[in-house]
């Protein structure tokens, strides 16, 4: 049930938040934030994002169970059942909210409002083609949550960070939508390539992630990086570039590389890049 459960959430794809979160954690401490915050800061971020993943699924089975390409998900199969996914989401919940009790009392008082955020996105594929920039903006709390682990309180560069965020996220879920945009616009579903077409959805979530570079490197100047962080902002850049270069209009067969592996890879050297700019300072 564990493994179902994991497969469900996707849990390997936590790999596209932790490292943004740890950016807001470490350039907040200025180094070392210590093992408290960094344990109790993981652990919430995984638990969000089982959370939010969960919600997701649950909100779009009847979806699924029609879709020939999530057909095989474990809510449509039987392998999770309802009830199990929902205590699951509640225990995610929980444990989220436990984690940023244990951080200090902002983190505790926010914590209500990233939760029913978290849970909005599932619901705005019925009515608004900016889905895509709602679930960036979900991700988008991750370097602010970091930053606020340590520093309760806003500062420009998690903003900025965030902001990078949203942009990248809205950009690559947009072209991870292109994949069913016919069954997208048979059902009545709101996303950037039912609406538009793929075509311009493809240069729209370029735009999106020329804007993510421009917050990364706003960020990265706000938050007084060094050099360090500048030479890996450029290769990820690069990378983001190579994306768009493997898509088409007539041509998504390798959505799954653009999709999971370069965007891992770029929340992993931003993420680097990021801690050996604050170690090395």
């Not at 199990?84 to 009790?101: I, K, N, Q």
Request: proline residues 3%.
């Amino acid at each position: 049930m564990l493994g179902a459960l994991a497969r469900l959430v996707k849990i390997e794809h936590s790999v596209f938040a932790l490292p943004f979160a740890y950016i807001g954690l470490f350039v907040a401490a200025g180094g070392w934030p210590g093992w408290r915050a960094f344990a109790l800061l993981t652990v919430a971020m995984v638990a969000m994002r089982s959370y939010a993943m969960a919600i997701n699924r649950l909100a779009d089975v009847r979806y699924d169970r029609i879709n020939p390409r999530t057909m095989g998900r474990e809510l449509v199969t039987g392998e999770v059942g309802i009830r199990a996914a929902w205590v699951f989401t509640a225990g995610s919940a929980v444990v989220f909210v436990a984690a940023c009790a244990g951080l200090n009392s902002l983190c505790l008082a926010l914590s209500p409002v990233v939760l029913v955020w978290g849970a909005f996105y599932s619901l705005t594929k019925r009515f608004t083609w900016l889905c895509h920039f709602v679930l960036g903006s979900v991700l988008g709390l991750a370097p602010v949550a970091g930053w606020l682990a340590v520093t309760p309180e806003f500062a420009l560069p998690a903003i900025l960070f965030g902001c990078g965020v949203t942009c990248w996220v809205a950009g690559f879920d947009v072209l991870y939508a292109c994949q069913d945009v016919d069954f997208d616009r048979s059902q009545g579903l709101h996303s950037i390539p039912s609406h538009f077409g793929v075509g311009t959805a493809l240069a729209l979530a370029a735009f999106a992630h020329v804007d993510a570079a421009v917050f990364y490197l706003l960020a990265g100047w706000a938050a007084g990086l060094s050099w360090v962080y500048y030479v890996f902002w450029g290769v990820c850049s690069a990378v983001l570039l190579v994306e768009h270069r493997l898509l088409s209009k007539d041509d998504l067969s390798r959505i799954n590389m653009a999709f999971f592996t370069l965007n891992g890879i770029v929340a992993a050297l931003l993420g680097l890049g990021t801690l050996l700019a604050v170690f090395l300072r």
